[in-house]
Nanobody, 115 residues
Framework: QVQLVESGGGLVQAGGSLRLSCATSGSIFSFTEMGWFRQAPGKQREMVAV???????SYADSVKGRFTISRDNAENTVYLQMISLKVEDTAVYYC?????????WGKGTLVTVSS
């Protein structure tokens, strides 16, 4: 059974930095893509950043230039480096891994940015 575990969330002041990690375990050796989503209170869950095995990346406009996704394909681990954090970045961040048409989700890690 595939499991995804996020870590690295916490409380940080505006302008600060955090790095999120998503470790995977299970029988799937290589995911089609891995990425990060987030959901703030009262808002829809949104895509933050996605990385494919081929190396392509995609970012939400709101985080371009501030967030960087990286992926260790050998370990099926994905990271999200976040800098210049803003209050509006406050959300629960979820890791998602995709194997063709199957999606797997982590439980989420809370990022709180204070003003």
């Amino acid at each position: 059974q595939v499991q995804l575990v996020e870590s690295g969330g916490g409380l940080v002041q505006a302008g600060g930095s955090l790095r999120l990690s998503c470790a995977t375990s299970g029988s799937i050796f290589s995911f089609t893509e891995m990425g990060w989503f987030r959901q703030a209170p009262g808002k829809q869950r949104e895509m933050v950043a996605v990385s494919t095995t081929a190396g392509s990346t995609s970012y939400a406009d709101s985080v371009k230039g501030r967030f960087t996704i990286s992926r260790d394909n050998a370990e099926n681990t994905v990271y999200l480096q976040m800098i210049s954090l803003k209050v509006e970045d406050t959300a629960v961040y979820y890791c998602k891994a995709t194997y063709h048409f199957l999606d797997y989700w982590g439980k989420g890690t809370l990022v709180t940015v204070s003003s």
